[in-house]
């Protein structure tokens, strides 16, 4: 895809959420490029929001990362229902299952 001259402002946060999880996990830009199949040099214009992506960058940046890929388009400093998903994304798998099973039998009940 192209690069831009100036960067959107969705393409912005993204960029953003992906150099948040990158940092979060210890990564150097050229571990997460190595690990997702692509250039340094893309890898950065998609963190500043210069590069317009596809889908399957998406995915394979985000397998790279160890995460799903919504994680890449969820901004939890904006959106109350992004930060339960941040959050709960970061307990461990056996605390996450507790987590739905409560979720879903807190739904299943009438209001």
Known sequence: ????????????????????????????????????????GHLSSVEQGLAAITIETLDRIARALGVPSLCLVTFPAEDELDRIADLARKLPKGERRKLRRELQARTARPT
Request: charge should be positive; charged fraction near 40%.
């Open 1 to 40: 895809m192209p690069r831009r001259t100036e960067a959107k402002p969705v393409c912005l946060k993204v960029g953003a959420r992906i150099r948040e999880l990158r940092k979060e996990r210890g990564m150097s830009l050229q571990d997460l490029a190595d690990a997702g199949a692509m250039s340094k």
